[in-house]
């Protein structure tokens, strides 16, 4: 389908080699190189302008027209911002000083909430924690169930007060943002120290229900909101991102289904829109499908570099 | 769905200009690649753009925005046949198997689905081949029992999909309905072995009555990977038709232009939001003007 960055890469600088200095005109080629790589990765149109402005700029400065290989600090730059904007060191969760720590979920429907709650659950517990899983989806079909069934294979506790939407029962009756307050109260008495809560999946334009979202936030006040995002969204990972960062100031962000062949261009998207730490990376369904988040992996995945150090080498 | 979207304002700006310069067709460009139509299919369009501009000497913005909304109607093909195939033909029921990436939309559009066709009055059967997520099988009955049809599932956790299919199509036939609904579990196209397991599926059904349809369902927020799916889907089960989910969020769904070139199956319906009556079909000129919005 398309080339990926390194072969274009590799052509652009086949001209260059040996001719030692980079013209504004080869600087100019290679950057469009690079955007049409980052619009190919799904990277959003105008996070792909800037990085290509940034990695202009800094291109036809010193550090390239004095390097011994031009192309091969192209290649380096290109790196170094991705990764800086992918965020560089990766943050830690945050726990609560006294009390429960409260991990609360968030994102668009069917982005991996439910089953990243389950993930998050046992790797705490394998940390040590005893974390409790908060049924407050009362809205998608048997998403109560789902986070049961899920409990149950991370071995971790669920609270579940209501069962939400099943056959038996049709109507939405009750309150997510009060099961959300009564599962922190429940982790309070139980003694459990983490609760994480599963939310129903909405739209950024969604106003009814993003401010159910502020509601369930202001009523468990948690340490961490975490925000879900499938790797293969394109264009809209913008809006989405900046929709529920104004919704509900969300921590951190966690990427999922990156065990696909998505470029996953987003991860740029939505650290460069929110300025937000990408924490986690979810890749599976199942649950130790789970790891943190690496930015130098992201970056020569979003470039389909591979390894971004063997590159530079052949450069 | 209109309010935040950049380009909506670009193109807005764009069409009080009084020429055609390079801002122009840059704010173009950006529009379609903002609505994920990707650079390819971009590039394509924005040369034949050029060409039918430059051979009809239009002179104002408005123009070459018209033409780009004729471009690119004619490459989501207007008179393609988006119809279902739900009767009865040769004594056997119709079978829609639903297949597609994780999470996009597969058994609540089989609930809206479902919900249309009794509308019609025609006897449905859905079928649980989703054994693996958690809940799936108890998701696709509510979904049932919602809209008033009856769902063929198995009573264990991880049974093979394959054979629940072959359960629900043979109950179907059984029992002489008009459609079975086959819900799949959800599966990313790099993984072949889960591929394999699909191309299973089809064949078990097929013992019993044939797949008339089978149709990927897509999220509209997919980008550039949506090609990908629908390649190596269309390989694995000869997809007949695509579903557009979601797109009563902000993502306009430009992908299927893409596929649309690539593989030539029509989009059919889209899906509007989470209820029973978020479904309607896909209407060519209404997608491309908001595309352009
Ligand atoms: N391959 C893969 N599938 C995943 C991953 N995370 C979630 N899924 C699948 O994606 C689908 C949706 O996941 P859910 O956890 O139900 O998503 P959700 O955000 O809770 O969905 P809603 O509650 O409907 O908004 C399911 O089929 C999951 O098995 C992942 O990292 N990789
Ligand atoms: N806003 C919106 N949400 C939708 C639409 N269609 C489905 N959803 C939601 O998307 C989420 C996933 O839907 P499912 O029908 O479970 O998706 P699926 O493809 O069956 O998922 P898996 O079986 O886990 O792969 C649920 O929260 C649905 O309510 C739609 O058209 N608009
Ligand atoms: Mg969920
Ligand atoms: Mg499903």
Known sequence: MFNSLSDRLSATFKNLRGKGRLSEADVDGTVREIRRALLDADVAVPVARDFAAAVKERALGAEVSEALNPAQQVVKIVNEELVSILGGQTRRLQFAKVGPTVIMLAGLQGAGKTTLAGKLAKWLASEGHT????????????????????????????????????????????????????GVSEARQKQHDVV??????????????MQQARDIRDAIRPQ???????????????????????GVDFTGVVLSKLDGDAR????????SVTGKPIMFASTGENVNDFEVFHPDRMAGRILDMGDVLTLIEQA | SKSNNVLGKGLLALLSRERIDEDVWDEIEETLLTADLGTDATDDLMLQLRARVKVEGSRTPERVREILGEELLALVGPDMDRS??????????SVILVVGVNGVGKTTTIGKVARVLVAEDKDVLLGAADTFRAAAAEQLATWGSRVGVPTVKSDQDGADPASVAFD????????????????????????????????????????????????????????????????VFSE?????????????????????????????VPVKLIGLGEGPDDLAPFDPQAFVDALLD
Do not use: C, W
């Not at chain 1, 049924?135 to 209501?162: C, F, I, M, S, W």
């Not at chain 1, 975490?226 to 104004?246: H, P, R, Y």
């Not at chain 2, 179907?172 to 990313?188: C, S």
């Open chain 2, 236 to 264: 694995v089960v000869n997809i007949t038709g695509i579903v557009l989910t979601k797109l009563d969020g902000t993502a306009k769904g430009g992908i299927v232009v893409a596929m649309q070139r690539q593989l030539g």
């Open chain 1, 131 to 182: 974390p409790l899983l908060v049924a407050a989806d009362l809205q998608r079909p048997n998403a109560v169930t789902q986070l049961k069934v899920v409990g149950e294979r991370a071995g971790v506790p669920v609270y579940a007060p209501h069962p939400g939407v099943q056959s038996d029962f049709e109507e939405v009756t009750g309150n997510p943002v009060v099961v959300a307050r009564n």
């Open chain 2, 168 to 231: 629900a199509v043979k109950a179907g036939v059984d029992q002489e309905v008009d459609v079975v609904l086959v819900d799949t579990a959800g599966r990313l196209q790099n993984k072949t072995n889960l591929m394999d397991e699909l191309g299973k599926i089809k064949r078990v059904i097929e013992k019993q009555a044939p797949v008339r349809e089978a149709l990927l369902v897509l999220d509209a927020t997919t980008g550039q990977n949506g090609l990908s799916q629908a390649k």
């Open chain 2, 84 to 93: 279902l195939a739900t009767d009865r033909e040769d004594g056997k029921p």
């Open chain 1, 224 to 246: 961490e909101i975490l925000f879900v995002i499938d790797a293969m969204i394109g264009q809209d990972a913008v809006n989405t991102a900046n929709a529920f960062n104004e």
């Open chain 1, 196 to 209: 994480i809560v599963d939310t129903a999946g909405r739209l950024g334009v969604d106003e009814a229900l």
């Open chain 1, 264 to 271: 996953g261009g987003a991860a740029l998207s939505v650290a």
